[in-house]
């Protein structure tokens, strides 16, 4: 797996982690926090809890599956993203508009607290 694909799955792993990090079990929790945010590799984490790495390469590829499957029923990590992008275009069209400063301010507020519930 290149670098680029290492990272892309890191980044993809964290934000499913965010959204559904209660539903995991303890043991999910624990070893993925030490694997993609600790950065701790198999062997570190082996000898940490006494258990082989070929174990803990199992716990971590379980919870991932687990937070896929998570993923596919509730969709909050897409629904995140499309909430973004829409809100992202909505500034491009606010900050292009020929509406007046008052009402451009205004219509910015709100995005900007829409944004900040994200």
Do not use: C, P
């Amino acid at each position: 797996m290149s670098q680029e694909n290492r990272l892309e799955k890191t980044n993809r792993i964290n934000l499913l982690f965010d959204f559904y990090e209660l539903l995991l079990t303890e043991k999910q929790q624990t070893f993925l926090k030490y694997y993609f945010h600790d950065d701790f590799s198999l062997g570190e984490i082996a000898a940490e809890f006494e258990i082989s790495r070929q174990a803990v390469y199992e716990h971590i590829k379980r919870a991932e599956q687990v937070l896929e499957q998570y993923e596919e029923k509730l969709g909050l990590l897409r629904k995140h993203e499309q909430r973004t992008q829409r809100l992202g275009k909505l500034r491009e069209l606010l900050d292009a508009s020929t509406m007046g400063q008052d009402q451009k301010l205004k219509m910015s507020e709100i995005v900007d607290q829409l944004e900040a519930w994200e």
